[in-house]
């Protein structure tokens, strides 16, 4: 229902982290998407340490041309992509070749699990 030429549109190369769980954004791309932080949740490092961070309104990522809509931990200097987005579009990690390919299972769109 907003008009199109009201969305903010943000496009960037991401680190896949198959280890990580969650999308995390950088402060800058939060503040050029008007997002607004919604709560403040504790972040587990895989060292160990512990941050508390924001955690982001819904955001639409897309990625080899399938799309999901997800809340976003602010931290770090660059975009991350975390197992439940991966998980969601139903892609595979290709760490020889390093990119993303489709689940060969579903290769024409994501098949959601239950």
């Keep these: 229902m907003l ?8 496009e ?6 198959s280890g990580a769980v969650r999308t995390a954004i950088p402060v800058e791309v939060c503040e050029h998407l008007g997002l607004r932080i919604r709560s403040q949740e504790i972040a587990k490092y895989a060292d160990g340490r512990q941050e508390t961070v924001g955690l982001t309104g819904p955001i639409i990522i897309e990625l080899e041309g399938r799309e999901t809509i997800e809340a976003a931990m602010v931290l ?9 987005v991966l998980e969601t579009l139903d ?24």
């Design 3 to 10: 008009n199109p030429s009201l969305l903010r549109v943000y």
């Design 76 to 84: 770090g200097d660059m975009v991350l992509i975390g197992q439940t």
């Design 12 to 17: 960037a190369e991401a680190l896949i982290d």
């Design 91 to 114: 892609l595979l990690v290709d760490c020889k070749n390093q990119r993303l390919v489709p689940n060969p299972e579903n290769p024409e769109r994501p098949v959601l699990r239950v």
